[in-house]
């Protein structure tokens, strides 16, 4: 992640050997959801579903929020190689709303998951926070 991302989503106060995988497949998660999200507002945009009052600073800001997003998350992808985990992106769904992520770690499972409100809200924090980046890299 970039100096920034480090210092606004900075986990390393409760980084352990259990944590970290948990952590690092979260990041994993919430950066690929993101990602889904920007790509399909661009997407959105281009078909002229929406009017903007400055379509080439929107355009703009969206394709720099992706590549940062992209550079991150490639840096996450090698970091899961690193230690050889495998993520499932299709949660399980409950009864309760929640859902759960698996993720293959040297031979165990691990999970991670939460409410559909409290992921949702967590998404959406990352695609804020790139859209910042990407507006800070413009300014």
């Known amino acids: ?21 948990i952590l690092l497949l979260r990041t994993y998660i ?28 929107y355009v703009r800001a969206i394709q720099q929020a992706l590549l940062l997003l992209n550079q991150d998350l490639l840096k996450t992808k090698a970091m899961m190689k690193e230690r050889h985990m495998t993520a499932n992106l299709k949660p399980e769904m409950k009864a309760d709303r ?24 967590e998404v959406m924090r990352y695609v804020v926070f790139y859209l910042n980046e990407a507006r800070e890299k413009q300014l």
């Open 1 to 21: 992640m970039s100096r920034e991302a480090n210092e606004e989503l900075d986990f390393n106060h409760i980084l352990t050997v259990k944590t970290e995988p």
């Open 98 to 121: 929640t859902f759960k992520y698996e993720c293959y770690i040297e031979g165990k499972t691990i999970y991670t998951g939460g409410t559909s409100h409290r992921l949702k809200s």
């Open 30 to 57: 919430f950066t690929t959801l993101a990602k889904k999200i920007l790509v399909k507002e661009q997407t959105y945009f281009l078909k002229r579903k929406m009017d903007v009052m400055f379509p080439e600073a």
